[in-house]
């Protein structure tokens, strides 16, 4: 169970000093019974007039950031310190209601899930569907753990991690037809899988934690995306498309929503001219202090 120290400095440049806007911010993991916040530090500069603390509509923590001073520069810079339990694989017995594909939810846990179910893109010649069912064998028979990690190894063996600076991500069809893209672009399209199957899945935001340096894991040193499934009596399992991972090993949260615009780590506006805006830099390490 190692303890992990997170540092996550964005820093904006500008040609001359501007006015901000409000600013939003989702730096905090999220606690639970696998991730327990022992430490956290946050600076700003130039030092704001007001920070509100607020839980949005999916329980994530945001920092809503009010300034009065202009400045050329702007510094959000956060320190954390997690205690975190790894959770490896999905495990569900012959008992458990989810434990054979295909399934269907309960009555009383569909309000909540529907729109968690419902497709956001347009699919007309059913692509996305049609490349996630080839991984259901013998409909009735096939465990709903293995159609999962086998959706989630495929998209890690054949499709192309490419880092993408730009914000936003491509349409899980960009995709599918081009087979390379981001963990954004990885997490979305598996989302629009598995909701072609009926699942309620989920567009998760953190951490990566890569293990040394001949770790194959990608990913790490920015913002990393993946998702989550939900499964009765297994709850919201983690699953992250982009290193194979099945479980929340190395997976720190911090938000949690239905689409990815709704996970943005932090957002706001300037008052200036476009030009003025220099360069935005971002830099995150995530350390064990194990050592694992």
């Known amino acids: 169970m190692p303890i992990l120290t997170i540092h996550h400095?964005?820093?904006?440049?500008y040609a001359r000093p501007v006015s901000f806007g409000?600013?939003?911010?989702?730096?905090?993991?999220?606690?639970?019974?696998?991730l327990r916040l022992i430490g956290e530090a946050l600076t700003i500069e130039p030092t704001p007039t007001a920070i509100r603390w607020i839980r949005d509509v999916f329980g994530n923590t945001v920092g809503i950031v009010k300034f009065a001073a202009q400045s050329d520069r702007l510094v959000f810079d956060s320190k954390v310190k997690v205690d975190h339990r790894p959770v490896r694989g999905l495990h569900l017995s012959p008992e458990d209601y989810a434990y054979l594909h295909p399934f269907a939810y309960d009555d009383d846990e569909m309000p909540d899930l529907a729109l968690s179910i419902n497709r956001s893109f347009d699919d007309p010649d059913r692509k996305i569907e049609l490349w996630a069912r080839q991984f259901v064998r013998?409909?009735?028979?096939?465990?709903?753990q293995d159609l999962l990690a086998d959706i989630t190894h495929a998209i890690k063996r054949d499709f192309v991690y490419r880092r993408r600076y730009e914000p936003g991500v491509q349409t899980p069809l960009e995709t599918l037809r081009s087979g390379m893209g981001t963990c954004r672009d990885f997490a979305l399209f598996m989302i629009e899988a598995v909701r072609s199957l009926g699942y309620a899945a989920r567009f998760v935001s953190g951490y990566l934690h890569v293990r040394g340096s001949g770790n194959e894991r990608v990913g790490g040193g920015s913002t990393h995306a993946w998702v989550?499934?939900?499964?009765?009596?297994?709850?919201?399992?983690?699953?992250?498309?982009t290193n194979g991972i099945v479980g929340n090993r190395d997976l720190i949260r911090v938000a949690i929503a239905r689409e990815p615009q709704q996970a943005i780590p932090l957002w706001g506006s300037y008052t200036g001219e476009a030009?003025?805006?220099?360069?935005m830099k971002v830099n995150i390490s995530v350390v064990s202090e194990a050592g694992a």
């Open 9 to 13: 400095k964005t820093e904006y440049r």
């Open 22 to 34: 409000e600013h939003r911010i989702m730096l905090r993991p999220r606690d639970g019974y696998d």
């Open 138 to 144: 013998n409909t009735g028979q096939m465990r709903t």
């Open 228 to 241: 989550q499934v939900y499964l009765p009596s297994a709850g919201w399992v983690e699953f992250d498309p």
């Open 275 to 279: 030009s003025d805006h220099l360069e």
